[in-house]
């Protein structure tokens, strides 16, 4: 399981002990980025954060429309994440509300590709989704294998390591 509370806690010690200034670390809303942070707008001691956030293997980007930084692994931060979730499948489910996310999975773990070829914004939807309630992960399915059919269709690579985030779900969901 990908920790997104416990990384967004050690962010949000990090850049606020390094900057000094309050600040806060949100998911965000939309799959460009895992996180947000309001720093910019609160400090201009934005070089020992952005240092800081480096160390963590984390890159920074800055919305331009909003100010706020956009924050995520770098690819070697998120290939070290993945290598550590399955890479088969889990058990075909019991529970069959599971198995379009099953069906799913199956599909994404047969196109391996390397982290920096994925479409990331898969990727980083599929770890939101699966640390929260089943809910809206289970919602997403139908659009997610769309997507995937059509990067299929096009030629591009699949997003493996949603597959792979989607793995450990199904087996934790269904354990």
């Known amino acids: 399981m990908i920790d997104l509370a416990g990384a967004q806690r050690a962010i949000y010690e990090t850049i606020r002990g390094a900057a000094g200034a309050p600040c806060f670390v949100r998911l965000c809303m939309d799959h460009s980025a895992l996180w947000v942070s309001d720093l910019p707008r609160r400090t201009d001691r934005l070089a020992p954060a952005l240092s800081a956030l480096e160390a963590l293997g984390i890159r920074c980007d800055t919305d331009p429309a909003t ?5 995520d692994w770098t690819a070697e931060g998120w290939r070290e994440r993945l290598e550590r979730l399955p890479d088969c499948l889990p058990a075909l489910p019991r529970d069959e509300a599971l198995h379009p996310a099953y069906a799913l999975c199956r599909l994404l773990l047969l196109h391996p590709a390397p982290v920096e070829r994925q479409p990331m914004a898969q990727v980083r939807e599929m770890a939101k989704l699966a640390a929260g309630a089943p809910g ?5 399915v139908p659009a997610l294998t ?6 299929l269709r096009m030629g591009l690579p699949l997003a493996e390591g949603a597959g792979r985030v989607l793995a450990d779900w199904i087996a934790r969901m269904d354990g």
Not at 136 to 140: I, S, V
Not at 146 to 151: I, L, M, P, V, Y
């Open 146 to 151: 769309g997507e995937a059919a059509r990067c």
């Open 67 to 71: 100010g706020l930084w956009r924050l």
């Open 136 to 140: 809206p992960l289970l919602a997403a």
